[in-house]
């Protein structure tokens, strides 16, 4: 499980949301190996008086969330911050503007289809 939540500007962010989801979730599941029936995106646009950052970002300055189950290696989860890193720059953004956050949390946190995510049968491995 991966829920994927990111911010930017609202021009900015509607320009580029379908290409941006597609990639998101390119990278994800080639990274984490999930199936591809499983993207969770949502998409905050932010207004300029409400999307605030330091001078040296630009107006495609965008944050990347992404909560899952832990259970990933180090590698595999730097592996899924570099495709991003790599496969965003395809949209004119460059990397001093892309931010990403990894949350990890145990499947006992989570509630899905009205269980606890441990008591969940997955069709994927998290344990990678």
Not at 6 to 26: E, K, R
Request: net charge negative; with cysteine; glycine share 6%.
């Amino acid at each position: 499980m991966a829920q994927v939540k990111v911010y930017g500007s609202h021009d900015f962010l509607t320009s580029i949301q379908a290409q941006l989801s597609d990639i998101i979730h390119s990278c994800i599941v080639d990274s984490l190996q999930l199936p591809p029936d499983k993207r969770f995106h949502r998409f905050f646009r932010m207004k300029p008086e409400d999307f605030i950052y330091p001078s040296d970002r630009t107006e495609k300055y965008t944050i990347i969330e992404i909560s899952m189950f832990e259970g990933r290696s180090v590698e595999v989860k730097k592996e899924l911050i570099r495709l991003l890193f790599d496969r965003i720059s395809t949209l004119g953004i460059g990397i001093n503007d892309i931010e990403i956050t990894i949350f990890e949390t145990p499947k006992s946190s989570w509630g899905i289809r009205g269980l606890p995510g441990d008591e969940l049968q997955l069709n994927y491995k998290v344990n990678l």
